[in-house]
Nanobody
Framework: QVRLVESGGGLVQTGGSLRLSCAASRSIFSFNAMAWYRQAPGKQRESVARVTSGSRTNYLDSVKGRFTISRDSADNTVYLRMNNLKPEDTAVYSC???????????WGQGTQVTVSS
């Protein structure tokens, strides 16, 4: 079992910044990828940013140039730096560790991000 603990969410004004953290209870490199998803009320969950074990990154089109995913192998932590936030970024952001050697994936509990206009 792997535990993922997110932090860093909060209330911010339009144009502001936040950095989300996702601390894993074991090496993040034991997974094919680490990713951030978000889900706004009444909407489907969507993938925001992903980094593979081979360091390949990809982003949701609407956040390209504003969000950056990074990781710290020493702390087994994945970050999501979010700049120039917009009200449409308001959602619960969740971290996921995708597919270890057994094929298992894990989710954190989520952290709320609210962007006021």
């Amino acid at each position: 079992q792997v535990r993922l603990v997110e932090s860093g969410g909060g209330l911010v004004q339009t144009g502001g910044s936040l950095r989300l953290s996702c601390a894993a209870s074991r090496s993040i490199f034991s997974f094919n990828a680490m990713a951030w998803y978000r889900q706004a009320p009444g909407k489907q969950r969507e993938s925001v940013a992903r980094v593979t074990s081979g360091s390949r990154t990809n982003y949701l089109d609407s956040v390209k140039g504003r969000f950056t995913i990074s990781r710290d192998s020493a702390d087994n932590t994945v970050y999501l730096r979010m700049n120039n936030l917009k009200p449409e970024d308001t959602a619960v952001y969740s971290c996921t560790a995708e597919r270890d050697s057994t094929g298992a994936s894990y989710w954190g509990q989520g952290t709320q991000v609210t962007v006021s206009s």
